[in-house]
């Protein structure tokens, strides 16, 4: 764990915990102090706190560190370790979503009905829709209608003359953030081998982690891997501007930890949509506030009110590109009175071509 994640050459400057976002809400709280106690034999009081549950394995200390110090996966080390003491950290939604990946793990997911888009099971291109599904029926009271992005997707590609395949079902990505490797694997298994089945040559993805997960955390798989704003971004499109005010928030796993920065600028800007930056934008953005649906509390809330703070000096309109980054934003909208509205970017685009 030491070895791989290079924590021997931290030195110790504290870069990683000034610009963390959880150490300035949680002051206990600290990267730094993390990986020096490892060193020395990383100890039981690590192992069973729930410390180890509070980074939000968004990157931002990686970014900054001068010694090239892995954090993300020191910390999936950390925690799969945890995990065998027996701890497993405060899930959000009294764990209602790591019961759904075991669900999804054993069996498959009806496929719900779409709107307006037209798919075709048999199609080489795949749209992996990952569990929409299922954040609608937690989060349509905050306003989410994750259905709403998956219709959104097929109808844009629909309209640059794709039918895809369409495919509902967890890709893993909590599963492995959380240290449950054996619940992972069941996962990551069952979608490889769909993906085989398939004969796909192509997959399309609006969840940037499930992008993620597939690109980085999957055997290499013969098939081109695109997220939505990528796939746009190859295609011909215009829109007429408005007078409202519009900016980006980068999601961690599509931005710092994919290096995805000017993919959905260029749709926005190309559909007419000019990008107001945020004080803290591509690499330097900052967290939503929850990973991996765990330790989702007041502190957590207190970051994603600061970014929502950014937003609303910012401009009128909040655009992300990652559906659980919209879960919380409009979760904490939903108890507070803001002028800004939150949209995803591919509603955005289907708003302005289709």
């Known amino acids: 764990m030491i070895k791989k994640s290079r924590a021997y050459y931290c030195v ?7 610009i963390c976002p959880v150490t ?37 200390c990686h970014e900054v560190c ?7 996966s020191f910390t999936r080390e950390v925690r799969m370790l ?14 209602v979503f790591e019961s759904i990946e075991h669900l999804m793990a054993e069996g498959e997911v009806a496929p719900p009905s779409l709107e307006h888009g037209k798919t075709d099971e048999d199609a080489d291109t795949l749209y992996f829709a990952g569990c929409l599904p299922f954040f609608d029926t937690m989060f349509r009271e905050v306003g989410f209608n994750g259905m709403k992005i998956a219709d959104d997707v097929v109808r844009l590609l629909n309209h640059y003359g794709i039918t895809p395949a369409v495919h509902y079902g967890c890709c893993g990505h909590d599963a492995l953030w959380n240290g449950d490797m054996k619940l992972f694997e069941k996962l990551r298994k069952k979608n490889v081998a769909m993906v085989k089945e398939r004969g796909v040559k192509k997959i399309i993805f609006s969840c940037p982690e499930c992008y993620r997960t597939f690109k980085m955390d ?20 215009e829109g007429e501007a408005d007078d409202r005010e519009y900016t980006y928030h980068d999601p961690c796993r599509l931005g710092r930890h994919l290096g995805i920065y000017d993919a959905p600028r260029e749709v926005l800007g190309r559909i007419g949509v000019e990008v107001r930056e945020m004080e803290h934008h591509h690499e330097l ?3 939503c506030g929850t990973a991996a649906w765990m330790s989702c509390d007041w502190k957590s809330e207190e970051i994603r009110k600061e970014r929502l703070d950014e937003a609303e000096k910012t401009a009128d309109i909040l655009i992300t590109a990652c559906p659980k980054c919209q879960i919380h934003f409009k979760c904490t909208l939903s108890h507070e009175k803001r002028d800004l509205e939150v949209k995803d970017l591919v509603e955005l685009v289907a708003e302005r071509i289709l």
């Open 82 to 95: 945890a995990r065998e003491r027996g701890n497993t950290g405060i899930p959000t939604h009294e764990g």
């Open 24 to 60: 300035r809400v949680y002051g206990k709280f600290s990267p730094a102090s993390i990986v020096e106690r490892s060193l020395v034999g990383i100890d039981d009081e690590v192992l069973e706190s729930n410390e180890v549950w509070k980074c939000l394995s968004c990157g931002l």
């Open 218 to 237: 999957y055997p290499e798989m013969n098939a081109e891997l695109l997220h939505i704003s990528e796939f746009l971004a190859e295609q011909k499109m």
């Open 66 to 72: 001068p010694s090239g110090v892995d954090f993300l």
């Open 285 to 287: 953005a900052v967290c």
């Open 12 to 18: 110790e400057c504290r870069k990683c915990s000034s």
